[in-house]
Nanobody, 120 residues
């Protein structure tokens, strides 16, 4: 089973950008569609973005469409999330996981996540 470690979060002003990374070990991520999710305090975990095995197909949640870009490097066994035009409502802990459509393949894949805080 793949183990995932998210990084790249931080504090940024509204309108700014961040790039998150999701580094995999134990198994190559090229075996999976991959996705990013986020969870804000008091809210349920939300689908953010997904990407196909080779990266040729990407899809997004409505709240981030046009602002976030998911990509992957199967040689580096890493998935990325480039976030631009950040808004305070993007504040959350961000997680990556293998996906089936817009759903995670299982709770066992969740790592520690990386905190993103957007100040107004």
């Amino acid at each position: 089973q793949v183990q995932l470690v998210e990084s790249g979060g931080g504090l940024v002003q509204a309108g700014g950008s961040l790039r998150l990374s999701c580094a995999a070990s134990g198994r190559t991520v090229s075996s999976y569609y991959m996705g990013w999710f986020r969870q804000a305090p008091g809210k349920e975990r939300e689908f953010v973005a997904g990407i196909s095995y080779s990266g040729g197909s990407t899809y997004y949640g409505d709240s981030v469409k046009g602002r976030f870009t998911i990509s992957r490097d199967n040689v580096k066994n890493t998935v990325y999330l480039q976030m631009s035009s950040l808004k305070p409502e993007d504040t959350a802990v961000y997680y990556c996981a293998p996906v089936n459509g817009r759903s995670p393949m299982g709770s066992s894949y969740w790592g520690q996540g990386t905190q993103v805080t957007v100040s107004s």
